[in-house]
């Protein structure tokens, strides 16, 4: 659906369109959630409500979302039994197993991959909303891209 | 409005021109630039590391002494395999080498992938990220006659951290994180620099550079061990070039053996009580530099926990991302604003257009056209 061209021979209609497209999709703005230090230095983001977002999606869906997202990076960095597993092999191969094996944690970022773009689809992109994965931005934030609705913008 | 047709805008499409029949040229173009600008992102790294293989091997700038430490390890293992291999696998048991040859392998694969990996870089905060930290900053409030305070403080375990502001990187540094001046990289749990190594040591390498120690100090110890052996079963002395070619490996590590197994030795308490060169040295927790009890809100209370999430924790990722491409966002927007679009001046922000998943969203987000495109006023 996404991928018909307009194409307009008359060229007054041509002026109207090119004005336009000027003015869509026009990045309204960047909202940043931070880390959030106060367990230490594992990877968890603050799950407080932006003032920014207020008027555009719910403050529970918000952070529910961020819950499960720190709860997913939790998983990725728990020490356990089997991460010790992974790292005592690990150690007896002299790491080689790095260079074969996916660790844990890649496997775990790529389930954080696919919650976002989940979570992108059902409820943020119909709100305007896109969230980046903060594997993008090195795990230092959860950037939030607000797109202008200019739905309303034909016929100047 | 009878001759016109119409079709859906491509917001895809948008950094090329509407095609037109007489203007064929633009869009080759510019999908000619892009392709060429399409880099790497190890390509355009900020830092002053170098790069090889295509992004898979990364090097500090400096590599400081790291010939020099291969070489002395190969040469020192090598004259002990020719000269002294061959006399105790004789007298003594053929174990010899195999320990050997084990203990040389540990070392030499630890040892080139601290070097070779990245210690835990975080790359550098984007335009946008940096001025909303900077808006943040100006809106803490603080008089007009000082520039505001680039510190933040967070509460660890219930201790005060301050985390200082990195002007390089333009972000909040992250507890335990410190910016390198050779490499010009923040690295998280900055330990030290490196030069026999040649790579900083952080987070990702540093269980490498541990095995690397231990297993150097095992192999100069067992090396000088073996020489010594030799030279004490040898009845007759010797004498000539000859002889000390073959028992250089033995004043090798007879120098070697203090230092290594005294850095195997402090590293191994860093481990157990979960600290990094740098805090120790700059005694963050020790209470030197603050009045009030400091303790190490890092640490979990016993050697073992902390060995073990030291050493055996799960390996965290590259955040570099070497040999990913560099969005082409960018590109598009400079080859947009060069196109000639002959009706009206184009502005830059209308084809910024990139990042995530554009096609996520629905399409009256990308489009001032509403579907059933009725142009009026012709």
Redesign the interface.
């Known amino acids: 659906m996404n991928e018909t061209t307009v194409q307009l021979n008359d060229k007054t209609a041509r002026t109207h369109i090119l004005q336009d497209l000027q003015h869509q999709a026009a990045i309204a703005s960047k909202v940043y959630v931070q880390r959030d230090y106060n367990s230490g230095t594992i990877c968890k983001f603050q799950t407080k409500f932006p003032s920014e977002l207020e008027s555009r999606v719910d403050k529970q869906q918000f952070e529910e979302t961020m819950q499960t997202l720190n709860n997913l990076y939790a998983e990725a960095e728990k020490i356990g039994g089997k991460s010790y597993l992974e790292g005592c092999l690990a150690c007896m191969t002299a790491y080689t197993i790095f260079l074969c094996m996916e660790t844990h944690y890649e496997k775990v970022l790529k389930k954080i991959a696919r919650f976002i773009k989940e979570q992108n689809e059902k409820i943020y992109a119909p709100l305007g909303l896109l969230l980046t994965d903060p594997i993008e931005r090195g795990l230092r934030v959860v950037e939030i891209t607000i797109f202008e609705d200019r739905s309303i913008g034909f016929g100047r | 409005?009878n001759?016109?047709?119409?079709?859906?805008?491509?917001?895809?499409?948008?950094s090329t021109p509407?095609?037109t029949p007489t203007l064929p040229q633009p869009t080759v173009v510019v999908e000619k630039e892009k392709r060429e600008k399409a880099r790497k992102k190890w390509e355009v790294f900020p830092g002053k590391n170098r790069f090889y293989c295509d992004g898979r091997i990364i090097v500090a700038g400096q590599s400081g002494v790291l010939p020099l430490t291969i070489g002395l390890i190969l040469v020192t293992t090598g004259l002990f395999f020719v000269f002294d291999c061959p006399f105790l696998v004789k007298h003594l048991t053929v174990f010899i080498p195999a320990i050997g040859g084990v203990l040389f392998?540990?070392v030499v694969?630890?040892l080139l992938?601290t070097s070779f990996t990245d210690p835990g870089i975080?790359?550098r905060?984007?335009p946008?990220?940096a001025a909303?930290?900077e808006r943040q900053i100006d809106s803490s409030g603080s008089s007009s006659y000082r520039p505001p305070p680039r510190t933040k403080e967070?509460?660890?375990?219930q201790q005060v951290?301050k985390?200082k502001y990195c002007f390089t990187c333009k972000?909040f540094r992250?507890?335990?994180t410190s910016h390198c001046s050779l490499c010009d990289n923040c690295v998280?749990?900055f330990d030290h620099h490196c030069p026999w190594v040649g790579n900083c040591v952080g987070k990702r390498n540093y269980?490498?550079f541990y095995?690397f120690i231990v297993s150097l100090s095992f192999l100069t110890a067992f090396i000088f061990g073996c020489v010594a052996t030799h030279l004490a079963l040898r009845a007759q002395g010797g004498r000539g070039l000859m002889f000390a070619l073959q028992e250089s490996p033995l004043v090798i590590c007879f120098f070697s053996v203090w230092s290594i197994l005294g850095l195997s030795g402090f590293h191994t308490y860093l481990v157990a009580s979960n600290l990094t060169t740098n805090e120790d040295i700059k005694g963050s927790w020790s209470g030197k530099s603050g009045a009030e009890d400091t303790v190490n809100?890092?640490s979990y209370n016993t050697i073992i926990?902390n060995c073990?999430?030291v050493?055996?924790?799960?390996?965290?990722?590259s955040?570099?991302?070497r040999r990913g491409f560099v969005p082409v966002e960018a590109s598009s927007q400079t080859s947009a604003t060069e196109m000639e679009?002959p009706?009206?001046p184009?502005?830059k922000?209308?084809n910024?257009?990139g990042?995530?998943?554009?096609?996520?969203?629905?399409?009256?987000?990308?489009?001032?056209?509403?579907y059933s495109?009725s142009?009026?006023?012709?």
């Not at chain 2, 050493?311 to 990722?317: D, E, I, T």
């Open positions: 409005m001759n016109c047709e119409y079709q859906q805008i491509d917001p895809q499409a948008l509407i095609p392998v540990f694969i630890s992938q975080l790359p905060a984007t946008d990220e909303d930290i967070v509460m660890i375990n951290v985390l972000m992250p507890p335990r998280e749990r269980r490498f095995t809100p890092y926990t073990c999430s050493l055996c924790g799960p390996m965290p990722p955040l570099i991302d679009l009706m009206l184009v502005k922000e209308t910024v257009v990042g995530p998943a554009l096609s996520q969203l629905p399409p009256h987000f990308t489009l001032t056209l509403p495109v142009v009026q006023n012709v």
